[in-house]
């Protein structure tokens, strides 16, 4: 049984859908992220989980046991707001001990249980201050350890790192992570950004429109994505349009470019019409000069429309003689290619990932 079972939620704001038929089963202590764009439904479903927000129908079991109508204070959740939401008049310790004067532990208690959350978050020299004295990255570790203090059955995140730098938001990433492990908590984390997702998550459930296009691993998501959206959200991809046909005693996936066989042996391989994804680290780019070295079971002449250098390697737009530009990486080391020189690329058809959108397989 599942510690978090979500089943079959809709949720409607007067006549405007946000949800569709949502559920997700969580393992206790997993980390699961909610993954999607603006407007996908993941805080709303996040709000539904917290008790801030009523279902239109579903269920939500904890535990095997509903928990649908119970109000937020009963549902010993803690919750890590976007903005932090600390008391600026508070100190550190204060801000932290505040669920647990709440609930009426003895001073002793709530000293233990403060001084253990600064250890576990690296604040214990801050414990004095106020949230105003504090850089951004450690106002977010103060809400970590006043949402955990109390020990609640989940941790539920909304985008808490959104308003740091790349840098601060990688670093807390890895500590987030760290505490995650070190606590055995469940966590349900919502973000936008695939990066930290994938840096972080046992499962993710990618929303598009109120619904969930795929509940997976990381790995799973990036290389067998089951649909369009999740290929072209999840990371950088190149689409070929097509269709799946059968030649002979196997299948083969063709277009006005090249014709390669299908290596896929999923029932999602259908003939029809299909979209073949090819992930950019999986082309192989070639000066014009070196394509007698080209080796692939797909070869296609280009010209690079653009370049991007940033020191380990160099990002490629290359254009097709077709019109369509791909993406591709090379090696940073002897700097870009500059645009306009003619390249000639290469992949190989055990690096395809197949989108087929036709009927059953014949």
Do not use: W
């Not at 972080?200 to 997976?216: F, K, T």
């Not at 002979?248 to 999602?268: G, K």
């Not at 090696?331 to 190989?348: C, E, M, N, T, W």
């Amino acid at each position: 049984m599942a510690f978090i079972d979500i089943r079959n939620i809709d949720k409607l704001y007067g006549q405007v859908q946000a949800l569709y038929d949502v559920s997700l089963s969580v393992e206790k202590g997993s980390f699961v992220t909610l993954l999607g764009p603006s407007g996908s439904g993941k805080t709303s479903l996040l709000k539904l989980l917290a008790g801030f927000e009523n279902v239109s129908s579903g269920k939500i079991l904890r535990d095997g046991q509903d928990i649908t109508m119970l109000p937020p204070e009963k549902r010993n959740f803690g919750l890590v707001f976007q903005g932090y939401a600390l008391f600026p008049h508070m100190t550190v310790f204060d801000n932290i001990a505040y669920p647990l004067k709440v609930r009426r532990k003895s001073k002793d208690e709530i000293s233990t249980r403060v001084h253990s959350m600064l250890e576990l978050v690296q604040l214990q020299k801050f414990a004095r201050r106020k949230p105003h004295e504090l850089s951004g990255g450690q106002q977010q570790r103060v809400a970590l350890a006043r949402a955990l203090v109390f020990e609640p059955d989940i941790l539920l995140l909304d985008e808490p790192m959104s308003a740091l730098d790349k840098k601060l938001r990688v670093d807390l990433q890895d500590q987030l992570r760290d505490i995650h492990h070190r606590l055995g908590t469940t966590f349900i984390n919502v973000t936008h950004d695939q990066e930290e997702a994938m840096h972080m998550s046992d499962s993710i459930a990618v929303m598009n429109h109120g619904r969930v296009e795929q509940y997976d691993t990381a790995y799973n998501l990036y290389r067998r994505p089951a649909s369009r959206f999740v290929a072209d959200f999840i990371g950088k991809s190149n689409i070929f349009a097509g269709q799946i046909c059968k030649n002979a005693d196997r299948l083969e996936f063709m277009n006005d470019a090249f014709r390669i066989p299908v290596c896929e042996t999923s029932d999602v391989v259908r003939i029809g019409k299909a979209e073949l994804v090819i992930r950019p680290e999986d082309i192989r780019v070639h000066p014009a000069a070196h394509a007698d070295e080209a080796r692939g079971d797909v070869a296609l002449n280009g010209a690079v429309a653009s370049s991007t250098y940033s020191g380990d390697r160099a990002l490629y737009s290359i254009a097709l003689s077709n019109g369509q530009v791909l993406l591709t990486y090379g090696s940073g080391r002897d700097g870009a290619l500059q645009p306009g020189a003619p390249v000639k690329i290469v992949f190989d058809a055990k690096d395809s990932i197949m989108l087929s959108q036709g009927g059953l397989n014949q």
